[in-house]
């Protein structure tokens, strides 16, 4: 009985569901601002379009000082 289960539990594992491929050909952020959030060491730049539902984000992690005060 345990080796059933374990086959089945096993097999239900390795089934997988794909959502297909997402293709995007082009992006509208020219009326979105960039905007930042994060501190020393990581920082995340984002641009957000609230018009088609589309985000942007580039996430750096570094030991300097991006920006100066």
Do not use: H, R, W
Request: glycine share 6%; with cysteine; aromatic share 10%.
């Amino acid at each position: 009985m345990k080796n059933i289960c374990l086959t089945l539990l096993s097999l239900l594992f390795l089934c997988s569901c794909d959502d297909g491929d997402v293709i995007v050909t082009t992006f509208d952020f020219e009326e979105a601002t960039l905007q930042t959030c994060g501190g020393t060491g990581s920082y995340v730049f984002f641009k957000i379009n609230p018009e088609s539902a589309e985000s942007l984000s580039l996430s750096i992690s570094t030991n300097d000082t991006l920006f100066l005060t």
